[in-house]
């Protein structure tokens, strides 16, 4: 394995979480190594969401172990905790921007309240949004642009801070159809000419095929299966695998 004298990037042990009396992560071990991009798969409601959100404490676990650069990151001060978030870019299901902001100031606003210079800010926006194709887009605002353009933006926005690792919640769920492709297409570019480690929750099974270096499928609150994206694609040894094979293009 080309990862095995790698040390991780991140390392979950035992992570736990509920919502009431209804247990979602029911004890899921991961470790993510620098470059990887992993893909995180399973039915609605399975926790998927809620792993990745537990890695950056947008959710707060119940229990387990969440380590960052070695860092123990349940363990961390609020302050703390924003150091260590710079590092992690996390692109949401819902666009979340900013309406009265235009593109650029979206993209360069998380760095510009960190310190950055405002012209180096401008500046590591801008190329973030040429890599997305956006930097037409510059000076529109959110509500000029279709639903796949402000989510390009939003990548754009996790770009700009140069994270080490990117968090990718579902990017193409609010999407009408026809635009899901549009996205797709500047993740894979985005993938391809990155070294930032992804991990990314999806449906995108061809998608998924393509860009993955691992798969993950997760199911009742445990990841029940992983392994190189054509091995658990072509050959799933679970059920949820044999579901996701099937939705496959010939």
């Known amino acids: 394995m080309k990862y095995d004298r790698v040390e991780p990037l991140v390392e979950i042990r035992g992570l736990t979480k509920s919502y009431r009396k209804k247990t979602v992560l029911s004890?899921?071990?991961l470790t993510i190594h620098p470059g990887e991009t992993v893909v995180l798969m399973g039915p609605s409601g399975c926790g998927k969401s809620t792993?990745?959100?537990?890695?950056?404490r947008l959710t707060e676990p119940d229990g387990g172990a969440i380590y960052f650069e070695n860092r123990l990151?349940?363990?961390?001060?609020?302050?703390?905790?924003?150091?260590?978030?710079?590092?992690?870019?996390?692109?949401?299901q819902q666009f979340n921007l900013i309406q009265r902001l235009n593109v650029i100031d979206n993209v360069t606003l998380a760095l510009r309240i960190n310190g950055s210079p405002p012209v180096e800010a401008r500046e590591r926006g801008m190329e973030a949004l040429a890599?997305?194709?956006?930097a037409g887009k510059a000076t529109d605002y959110p509500d000029e642009l279709s639903g796949g353009e402000q989510q390009r933006v939003g990548i754009a926005r996790a770009?700009?801070?140069?994270?080490?690792?990117?968090?990718?919640?579902?990017?193409?769920?609010?999407l009408d159809p026809i635009l899901v492709g549009e996205v797709l297409e500047v993740m894979e570019k985005v993938i391809g000419t990155e070294e930032t480690t992804m991990l990314i929750v999806t449906h995108e099974v061809d998608f998924s095929r393509r860009a993955a270096d691992r798969i993950l499928f997760l199911a009742e609150g445990k990841i029940i299966e992983e392994g190189p994206s054509a091995k658990v694609l072509e050959n799933p040894q679970s059920e949820i695998g044999k579901?996701?094979?099937?939705?496959?293009k010939k």
């Open 27 to 29: 004890g899921v071990d």
């Open 131 to 134: 890599l997305v194709g956006m």
């Open 73 to 92: 990151v349940t363990a961390l001060s609020a302050h703390q905790l924003a150091t260590v978030r710079r590092k992690m870019g996390y692109v949401f």
């Open 51 to 56: 792993l990745v959100r537990c890695i950056n």
């Open 243 to 248: 579901k996701y094979k099937s939705l496959l």
């Open 159 to 174: 770009l700009a801070q140069k994270p080490r690792l990117m968090l990718w919640d579902e990017p193409t769920a609010s």
